[in-house]
């Protein structure tokens, strides 16, 4: 008996053990072999491309090198940046300005590379900022921010900026329907039906120097627009929006955006648009937006607010917009490379539509409408479509092309990338991601040429990927090798901020222009200080303005007498050296904004005013040499009323000697 | 008649002559730095009328060991030199028009000393440039000085510094082979014609 039982333990705990091992196995495992000869880039050399991606909630740019994953740099765009002065110095500051004033942070969700002929031309990349909404432009030879430029009429500038294949237009389309500008919004939320608005605003661009103009913006019923693309070849004038809450939900949307079986992907014809325009149908309309641009020759950022903006009312211009639905809440709205596929992402949707653009075209013209939508007329689902990827995965959001006739796809429920066939639109392989794949980017993924050697999967969770640190992680990011037909999992490496798109291209079309440093003789800041001797400081009432010098290793002047409390002290700091990476940084104790970080060549200023007595040290806090340490000096403040003459020198104000030890 | 140079010879001074006119405008000597912070190395280029290159970044790192800064102004070889290379082109042009060999003779030897005083003041030159040293220098290596290589290569600090002939430096040393086989040629020559 006693024999029996235990054999009957030991029988149920074998079942109980096999049972575990049945268990799937945890799929962070799932890295075959060479993966890390693939993604190896080594010491001292180059990745072969540059991966821009949006830094989400820290409102900045970050730029990795792939395929080794290490991080190139952060680009300051929407937010401040101490560790630069971006924000700070006086030549930044008005970057940062809006109709609201100044504003130290921004949601950066989405870039796009420039483009010529639907290919990336590596000049410009775009970025959008969600909350106040705002689009800026980071030039490619500097990877600085040069201008941003505010959007009126909106409210979570979320489908941008996403542009057009010659780089014609970038848009901006809001995320948050609300009343326009020129109206009083003191309205009941509840009556977002009747008083609310979505625009799409269309943003010009200058062809040689980039400049952003608002051209004009569409008035659109109200709804929550969510990502867009343009078309492109045989769909080039074009563009595509995906829509949801087309419930028209003002609460608790979770639920009440939820209801109907599709949203829409909206088309607008943007040559038509223009159209409309040159012959006059736009309507002014009084508004308030800021555009801010940074002078690369005086090195100096200026705000400028405009006051109007001109509309076009798709309710009466009636060829502008049309209406596709789109199954339940679209999220990604991708364009295929050849601009005859148009794929929507439902986020709940058990399948992925993919429209032509072709029979969109034949609907239109046969009028195919299965009714209007607050007056723009709704095509027949059926009469878009092209075809359905039948279970290709739980929750899709984005997609990007390969170039090869195939599209991958993430799938942030059921946390995967998928490739699949546009033709015939079978899923070709699945890999895991790690975890709730987000935003997906392959280099050229979303142009007319994708270079698809990778993809990346930016990720939402992060979990166990690295090394804990406390509750707050990093995202993650995977790379995949999709050179065959297997896509291969190659790199895991952690991103900055919370990354969404992203834009990768081949090294080669940016490197070479790359600026090492600005040429002094070019500088044209109304304080640079152009040599040593040309330093001054100068009192203009209770304005002192220090002209001073940086080179390595001694500020000129570095001793100061003659500051009082109360005064505005505007330090304008130009680094002399002319050599590839040597910046030098200034820092003054107690200053309660930052530092400045110059380049070489470059002036920056930072403001002071200095509020008690007592002597001030000043120094560099950019390890510039090997006497780095000691280029520093000394501000002499004295109150407010004192006759302390106005004093400055460097290597001349030394002690005085001691007669008593004379021999 | 015996006094006359061979073709060849005389069409070869003429082309040293030519040549001269190009040491005009291509860079003579250079001098070749090399740092771990420098990877992509700096480059000191001395030509007739000046110094081109990486002066200024030169400049900037010498004052920690206390070295002058280079000015072209402060060389009276940069005013000076392009009258001489003009100088000596002019003379070969003319030595190959009157075509005689005494002339030959006599404008190679004013050639070499030419190049021998030449090197003899480079060579003073990167003895005071290296020694010559501010007594305020921040860095004071005892018994160091910098003096940079006459020719080849020597590590100062944490520079390398590789010293050779550039483009117009070879076509001197170039003219000077060749005159001086043009004077043997007709040396020999003579001495058969005796």
């Not at chain 1, 993924?445 to 707050?472: C, M, Q, S």
């Not at chain 2, 060389?75 to 028009?97: M, R």
Request: with cysteine.
């Amino acid at each position: 008996m006693k024999k029996i039982n235990f054999s009957l333990v030991a029988l149920s705990a074998a079942v109980l053990f096999a049972m575990n091992s049945c268990k799937p196995k945890n799929a962070g495992n799932a890295v075959s072999a060479g993966a890390a000869e693939k993604a190896y880039v080594a010491p001292g050399h180059y990745d072969e491309f540059y991966n821009f991606v949006s830094g989400g909630f820290s409102g900045q740019v970050s730029v990795y090198g792939l395929p080794s994953g290490r991080l190139l740099r952060v680009i300051p765009v929407f937010s401040n940046d101490p560790q630069s002065g971006y924000g700070y110095s006086e030549e930044t500051k008005p970057m940062l300005n809006t109709s609201h004033g100044s504003i130290p942070w921004d949601d950066q969700h989405h870039l796009a590379l420039s483009q010529t002929n639907g290919e990336i031309d590596g000049r410009w990349i775009f970025a959008n900022a969600n909350n106040t909404p705002r689009v800026a432009r980071i030039d490619l030879k500097t990877f600085n921010t040069t201008e941003i430029i505010e959007l009126p009429n909106s409210a979570g500038n979320h489908s941008s900026p996403f542009i057009t294949e010659n780089t014609e237009y970038v848009v901006a389309g809001t995320r948050f329907s609300v009343p326009p500008d020129n109206v009083n919004g003191d309205v009941p939320i509840n009556s977002y039906k009747q008083n609310f608005q979505g625009t799409i605003s269309f943003i010009k661009v200058d062809k040689e120097h980039g400049g952003m103009d608002i051209a004009f913006q569409l008035n659109c019923p109200p709804v929550d627009f969510d990502l867009s693309h343009a078309g492109k070849g045989k769909s080039h004038g074009w563009f595509f929006f995906s829509c949801y809450n087309t419930e028209q939900a003002n609460t608790l949307l979770e639920v009440n955006a939820s209801q109907r079986d599709k949203d829409f992907i909206m088309a607008v014809n943007w040559k038509k648009a223009e159209e409309y325009l040159k012959a006059g149908k736009g309507k002014k309309i009084a508004t308030k937006y800021v555009h801010n641009v940074y002078d690369e020759a005086t090195q100096t950022a200026k705000s400028e607010t405009k006051n109007e903006v001109t509309v076009l009312d798709v309710k009466e211009l009636k060829d502008i917009c049309y209406f596709i639905p789109c199954p339940k809440s679209p999220h990604g709205c991708d364009v295929d490379p050849t601009g005859e596929y148009i794929v929507g992402s439902g986020k709940l949707a058990a399948l992925i539509p993919v429209f032509s653009f072709d029979k969109i075209q034949a609907a239109i013209a046969k009028k195919d409408y299965a009714g209007d939508y607050n007056g723009i007329p709704v095509i027949k689902y059926e009469s878009a479509l092209y075809g359905e990827v039948q279970k290709p995965g739980l929750g899709p959001l984005h997609t990007e092309f390969d170039g090869k006739g195939n599209a991958i796809t993430s799938f942030f429920v059921s946390s995967e990338i998928v490739k699949w066939n546009i033709k015939d639109l079978k899923v070709i392989d699945r890999q895991p991601t790690f975890y709730s794949v987000g935003h997906l980017c392959i280099p050229g993924g979303d142009t007319k040429k994708p270079n698809a050697k990778y993809v990346i999967a930016y990720n939402k969770i992060t979990k166990d990927r690295y090394l804990p640190t406390g509750p707050e992680l990093n995202q993650s990011a995977q790379l995949y090798d999709i050179s065959g037909d297997k896509m291969q999992l190659i790199l895991d490496f952690p991103t900055t901020g919370e990354p969404h798109y992203a834009q990768a291209v081949s090294a080669d079309l940016i490197k070479n222009n790359s600026v090492k440093f600005f040429k002094i003789d070019e500088n044209k800041n109304p304080y640079v200080t152009k040599g040593e001797a040309a330093s001054k400081v100068v009192r203009e009432g209770n304005k002192v303005h220090v002209y001073m010098t940086a080179i390595r290793s001694h500020f000129v002047p570095d001793n100061i007498e003659g500051i009082k409390v109360g005064d505005e002290v505007y330090f304008h700091v130009t680094n002399l050296e002319q050599d590839w990476d040597i910046p030098h940084g200034f820092g003054i104790k107690g200053a309660p904004n930052a530092e400045l970080l110059i380049m070489p060549g470059e002036t920056r200023t930072l403001k002071w005013t200095p509020e008690k007595t007592g002597i001030i040290p000043i120094y560099c806090t950019d390890f510039c040499s090997a006497l780095h340490q000691e280029m520093q000096g000394y501000v002499r403040v004295s109150p407010a009323g004192s006759n302390v003459p106005l004093l400055f020198s460097t290597g001349k104000n030394m002690p005085k000697t001691d007669s008593s030890q004379k021999k | 008649m015996k006094n006359k140079l061979k073709p060849i010879n005389r069409l070869l001074v003429l082309i040293c002559g030519l040549g001269l006119i190009a040491v005009l405008f291509t860079p003579i000597w250079r001098i070749d730095l090399d740092a771990p912070q420098y990877p992509e190395g700096l480059s000191l280029n001395i030509h007739a009328n000046g110094l081109r290159g990486s002066v200024d970044i030169v400049n900037g790192l010498n004052h920690y060991i206390g070295m002058q800064t280079l000015h072209n102004e402060n060389f009276i070889e940069f005013t000076v030199l392009p009258y001489l290379i003009g100088f000596f082109a002019a003379l070969f042009i003319i030595v190959a028009i009157i075509n005689r060999r005494k002339f030959l003779n006599f404008a190679f030897l004013l050639f070499v000393l030419f190049g021998i005083v030449a090197m003899i003041d480079f060579w003073k030159w990167e003895y005071n440039y290296g020694h010559n040293l501010s007594p305020d220098a921040p860095i004071k290596v005892p018994g160091m000085a910098y003096q940079p290589p006459l020719i080849g290569f020597k590590q100062l600090l944490n520079f390398g510094a590789y010293s050779i002939p550039d483009i117009g430096g070879w076509i001197f040393i170039g003219v000077g082979v060749i005159l001086m086989l043009c004077v043997f040629t007709e040396f020999k020559k003579a001495k058969q014609k005796l």
